[in-house]
């Protein structure tokens, strides 16, 4: 019977593949041959990563997976398995530290998860079995078991709503803790559940359900249920998202609701979201960053093994001579003697690899990455990015892309909700080509318009109350009293308010209030309307055509009263328009095109009367497509598109969006500051132009290039005419112009600026060109000319379109770094596909800050997150790269420097407890702060100067010219301690008392030089001074000395050699000791002060230059700009 009633219910569908059929309430069904048991997963939520048992391997696993950190565990098992200069320690220890903070800081993260998890695998859910309630733990769901969820709970699993308290079988839920809309949704019942509103009903059902596997997106489910009743046929009905009610989400205004279990633990859509959620991070690695990183180390590399190899060398040179090579009182034991020269010589090459290891900085990546996650907190603490209105701040999703947001040449942006503020404001409408700006009267229908409007005219009384109609059931609008919905404001006349999902639906309701027909509200499937006579009209809702991007309009088919069957459908233009009588759209089009033009959104509205065949067939089709478990949305979408056809165009709205505070200046800045700004929107072409007008984007001087619709044409040449303006654009913008001046970074303001305008249609065109016209080249042609140009405008265009221009532009030559900032869900795919994604916490839900890198309340604070924060981090982490291989060079040198004169023995210039604390203890402390704090330029200073962001642009800071910069000053400043040292101890006693200093003496001095010297270096470069620069500044130095003497002042157990017993205090007690310490860290940062002030000289003079023909300035004002300007020329 099962069998034979779903083929007839599915009939002519294909196998289906990938679906899951669920018992509710485990009930059989009548034919249980029919069904094949399947296993599903328990509701366990795991968002950990790791178990006590497999965290060791796992971590471990992980961390050697990063090549430094292999690197250095290779040069440790050498130093255990070879006889080597320096004990495993002094590798072991940095390369056990690093990983252990790394360890720890994963270890404590994984521990809060594990604990959240336990949170809600623990609480306490009622879940209904055998006509009674029955108290489980969260995690002992199974699927198939019928919930019950309380007002103000969360759903503990994906659950297909079956009944509610309400008669309607409604229930409102909150999304906040998915997606970040605290706007109430509206979920329906199964038409034939409703009634099961008690334990004891609801425990009678007996029902079968087949729905897709589980799948991340949140706004889409296809599924049907199969209703079996006694002695009767199974009723199938169809199930959609507004069906399922998702993990995570809550219930709101309603007392209690039953629904059965169909996703469970981690095959909900909330756990799915979250495994999924980090899309860019594994790219990370390859970013400009790291690049320059890798770079910097395989040079390096390239200089240790340089190092090693002469050291190798000049060794066997060196004992090529029987003295050198036996001395007398060294002589070689047999196995010495007999060991193979090819091998000797292998070792000999390891162990001065391990003895210059430490060029090799290990511990910057943990720095790095304590930076970027620290970091990242500033952006997040920052009370200037702080939305009173939605009390929200700015949002850090991803501290992996701090220092790219310094480096942005392409600001891709969307327009509605991110340029404007998506508050909408019904401004005016046309019916039959005929204008409506002002109030109606009561009795007499619409006022006529005042001013030069008034030869419109008026149109029929029918046609305007039609119109009206249709604006008050052609959408998706619900009705909520006004004290049972948080954080919404209603007419203060009015006990109701509007609830959508759609800014424009409510502007556009209470656009029809406005003019007497008020919408009452959706009850029983009857939607209830007041006309301008006060009379309450009832429509029955049969069924609603959904908006969606692809087609752009949205249609319900409704009955009256008296039995009339109508279709009203809305949409832009460019949707409509090909659907309606062609006689009928001129005279609205006049009106369309300048609403457009005046920066307003324009909706157009048609209907048409149904037959009862026509609807019976429509009916049917629907039905039939909605309960299609493949391609559920194709078949819906050609059912729309045959319904949606020969429909007769009533009139347009107009629709105000004002631009948000500060745009105008925030675009301005960007331009200043080198980016290239493109706005990339669905919205009409004229719209789009006015708005970017408005906001500055297109200045009156530019010079706009069009390659839409309009001037390509609709004819068959129109690939032909593409590729003449293609070529004659390119010629004009490219060929003609000069060249712009070598040595100007980003300089493409040229004298005549440009700005290119194209729509979604000739992008396609350009895209995805036909075989046959030849015309591979048009994609190459036309990036050429958007690179040229100063802005570009894409209208009307797709989500996936929006992605396709971001790519392009990414993968051009150069790989510009591209960030993209919207505030919808069909923005998210240019988000993800840029470098850097910025959410807007908009009215459009949260898709896109969840889907972003950082979300920010609105566009205006762009300016600071790019032009400081990013300009900052940018500097600051670029810095703590140069200064780690340059501390780890002066560190390195003189040990190389010292085996020349110890006849290449290997032997160890600096004691190992130097050599393990150097990079752990005495020099990282000074330059994670000064990565964190630092700001050489105010960032007052930064906002409103937006050109300083070119200057570190490019990657400015770490390109070869720095690097090279920072190498030869670690060289020289390594030379200058070894022989600054060496000299000293030319003098055969440096004590009164004829005492003279060891070997290990010269090491500590030199070590004690290098501490100094590179500590104060970071001092020097320190614009912004707090106390705690002040702290691990001095306090590392300070700390230094103290373990200097504590080392050296106990005579260890551990050790074999007290080889440093007493050293550190004795060597300063000569006189010539100090002298030498306090000269040698002068003579090394000499040349640096030398510059410093220089510079200052310079930026002194050029200030003084300036202020010479404004008589009137004070010489305090002047030296009050020169110190203010003093930092930045310390950080060119």
């Given at each position: 019977m099962l069998r034979r009633s779903l083929s007839r219910l599915c009939a002519g569908e294909e196998k289906r593949v990938g679906t899951r059929t669920v018992l509710v309430g485990h009930r059989p069904v009548a034919d249980t041959e029919a069904y094949v048991a399947q296993k599903f997963c328990d509701n366990r939520i795991v968002s950990s990563k790791y178990t006590l048992w497999n965290f060791l391997p796992k971590n471990l696993f992980e961390q050697f997976r990063r090549i430094a950190n292999f690197y250095f565990l290779i040069i440790f098992l050498v130093q255990v398995i070879v006889d080597t200069p320096t004990s495993p320690v002094t590798s072991g220890l940095p390369l056990f530290f690093v990983i252990t903070v790394t360890a720890i800081k994963q270890g404590y993260e994984d521990w809060l998860r594990h604990r959240a998890d336990n949170e809600v695998n623990k609480s306490n859910v009622f879940v209904v079995e055998n006509a009674k309630q029955v108290r489980k733990e969260s995690e002992k769901i199974k699927v198939g078991d019928i919930v019950e969820v309380k007002a103000d709970e969360t759903f503990p699993c994906d659950l297909i709503f079956l009944a509610s308290s309400s008669t309607d079988g409604t229930c409102y839920v909150t999304t906040a803790s998915l997606d970040g809309e605290s706007n109430f949704k509206t979920h329906y019942a199964v038409r034939d559940t409703t009634v099961l509103c008690t334990d004891e009903a609801i425990d009678t059902l007996t029902a079968t359900i087949e729905c897709e596997q589980p799948q991340p997106d949140l706004y889409k489910f296809v599924g049907r249920i199969i209703i079996y009743g006694s002695n009767q046929e199974p009723v199938a009905r169809s199930l959609g998202p507004e069906n399922l009610l998702l993990k995570g989400a809550t219930l709101k205004n309603t007392k209690k609701i039953y629904g059965v279990a169909v996703y469970t633990g981690m095959e909900t859509k909330m756990a799915l979201n979250y495994q999924g959620k980090s899309q860019k991070r594994s790219a990370v690695e390859k970013n400009l960053f790291f690049r320059s990183i890798n770079a910097f180390l395989i040079v390096y590399l390239c200089i240790l093994l340089g190092k090693a190899t002469v050291c190798t060398t000049l060794k066997y040179v060196w004992q090529s001579n029987p003295f050198n090579d036996e001395p007398w009182y060294n002589e070689k034991t047999k196995k010495e003697r007999d060991t193979f020269k090819v091998l000797r010589m292998f070792t000999d090459f390891l162990s001065f690899m391990v003895l210059f290891n430490f060029i090799i900085p290990v511990s910057m990546y943990v720095t790095v990455e304590m930076q970027k996650f620290l970091g990242s907190f500033f952006i997040s603490w920052d009370k200037e990015m702080y939305d009173e209105e939605i009390q929200e701040g700015a949002l850090v999703n991803t501290s992996d892309l701090n220092e790219e947001l310094g480096q942005v040449e392409y600001v891709f942006t969307d327009k509605t909700g991110t340029l404007t503020e998506n508050s909408m404001e019904f401004i005016e409408c046309c019916i039959d080509g005929h204008k409506y700006k002002d109030c109606m009267a009561e009795v007499d229908g619409f006022s006529q318009p005042d001013g030069p409007l008034k030869y419109y005219g008026k149109a029929e009384k029918s046609r305007e109350e039609l119109f009206l109609r249709a604006l008050c059931l052609c959408h998706t609008v619900q009705i909520k009293e006004a004290d049972q919905v948080d954080g919404l404001v209603a007419h203060p006349e009015r006990k109701y308010t509007y609830i959508s999902s759609s800014p424009d639906e409510i502007a556009l309701v209470k656009g029809a209030e406005k003019y007497g027909f008020t919408f009452l509200g959706l009850e029983n499937n009857f939607m209830k309307i007041r006309n301008q006579k006060n009379e309450t009209e009832m429509y029955q809702l049969l069924h609603v055509l959904n908006f969606d991007p692809v087609r752009r309009r949205m249609s319900v088919i409704v009955r009256s009263s008296t039995g009339k069957l109508l279709l009203f459908c809305k949409g832009a233009d460019s949707s409509i328009f090909p659907r309606v009588q062609q006689e009928e759209i001129q005279q609205t089009k006049v009106h369309v095109d300048r609403n457009a033009m005046d920066g307003y959104r324009t909706l157009c509205v048609a209907f048409k009367e149904l037959t009862e065949k026509e609807y019976d067939k429509i009916d049917r089709q629907l039905n039939e497509a909605?309960?299609?478990?493949?391609?559920?949305?194709e078949k819906m979408a050609k059912v729309f598109d045959d319904t949606e056809a020969d429909m007769h165009l009533i009139g347009a709205t107009a629709v105000e969006d004002r631009l948000q505070e500060q745009l105008a200046e925030t675009i301005e800045a960007l331009h200043a500051a080198g980016m290239k700004v493109w706005v990339l929107t669905g919205d009409k072409m004229e719209t789009a132009k006015s708005t970017c007008y408005a906001c500055r984007l297109f200045q009156t001087s530019t010079e706009l290039l069009e390659l839409t619709a309009r001037t390509v044409g609709e004819s068959d040449r129109k690939e032909d005419r593409l590729h003449e303006l293609l070529l004659e654009y390119h010629k004009k913008l490219i060929q003609d112009l000069p060249k712009a001046r070598g040595g100007l970074k980003r300089s493409w303001t040229l004298s005549q600026e440009y700005g290119l305008i194209i729509d979604g249609s000739t992008l396609s065109l350009i895209l995805n060109p036909s075989q046959d016209c030849g015309s591979s080249n048009y994609k190459s042609i036309f990036l050429q000319i958007c690179l040229k140009c100063t802005a570009v405008l894409c209208c009307r265009m797709a989500p996936l379109q929006k992605a396709?221009?971001?790519?392009?532009?990414?993968?051009?030559?150069?790989?510009?770094?591209?960030?993209?900032?919207?505030?919808g869900a069909n923005d998210v795919s240019m988000i993800l596909e840029a470098h850097v994604g910025i959410g807007i916490k908009g009215k459009e839900g949260r898709q896109a800050s969840r889907n972003s890198d950082y979300a920010v309340p609105k566009f205006k604070h762009l300016r600071k997150l790019l032009l400081a924060h990013g300009h900052l981090y940018y500097v600051r982490i670029a810095h703590l790269v140069q200064y780690f291989f340059y501390k780890n060079l002066c560190f390195i040198l003189p040990q190389f420097l010292y085996q020349f004169f110890c006849g290449f023995s290997q032997q160890p210039l600096y004691d190992a407890a130097y050599l393990t604390m150097y990079n752990i203890c005495f020099t990282s402390l000074p330059i994670l702060a000064y990565s964190l704090l630092e700001q050489h330029i105010s960032i007052d200073t930064l906002t409103s100067d937006p050109q300083l962001y070119m200057k570190v642009s490019d990657n400015a800071m770490l390109q070869w010219r720095p690097f090279l910069y920072w190498t030869f000053l670690g060289a020289f400043e390594g030379l200058v301690f070894f022989f600054g040292v060496y000299f000293l101890f030319q003098n055969s006693s440096?004590?009164?008392?004829?005492?003279?200093?060891?070997?290990?003496?010269?090491?500590?001095?030199?070590?004690?030089?290098?501490?100094f010297t590179v500590t104060l270096k970071l001092a020097l470069d320190t614009r912004f001074w707090t106390w705690m620069n002040h702290f691990v500044i001095w306090g590392s130095l300070a700390f230094y000395v103290f373990f200097s003497?504590?080392?050296?002042?106990?005579?260890?157990?551990?050790?074999?050699?007290?080889?440093?017993?007493?050293?550190?205090?004795?060597?300063?007690?000569?006189?010539?000791?100090?002298?030498?310490?306090?000269?040698?860290?002068?003579?090394?940062?000499?040349?640096?002060?030398?510059?410093?002030?220089?510079?200052?000289i310079k930026e002194k003079n050029h200030q003084v230059t300036k202020r010479l023909p404004s008589s009137g300035t004070s010489t305090i004002f002047m030296l009050s700009q020169t110190s203010s300007n003093h930092s930045f020329s310390w950080s060119e």
């Open positions: 909605k309960m299609a478990l493949q391609d559920r949305e396709q221009i971001v790519r392009m532009v990414k993968n051009t030559k150069g790989s510009p770094i591209t960030l993209s900032i919207g505030d440096l004590e009164d008392n004829g005492k003279v200093f060891g070997n290990w003496t010269f090491g500590t001095i030199v070590f004690t030089v290098l501490v003497f504590f080392w050296g002042g106990v005579i260890w157990p551990f050790l074999k050699q007290q080889r440093m017993y007493f050293v550190f205090a004795h060597m300063l007690t000569s006189v010539s000791t100090w002298l030498a310490i306090i000269l040698l860290i002068f003579i090394s940062l000499f040349p640096e002060i030398l510059l410093i002030v220089l510079k200052n």
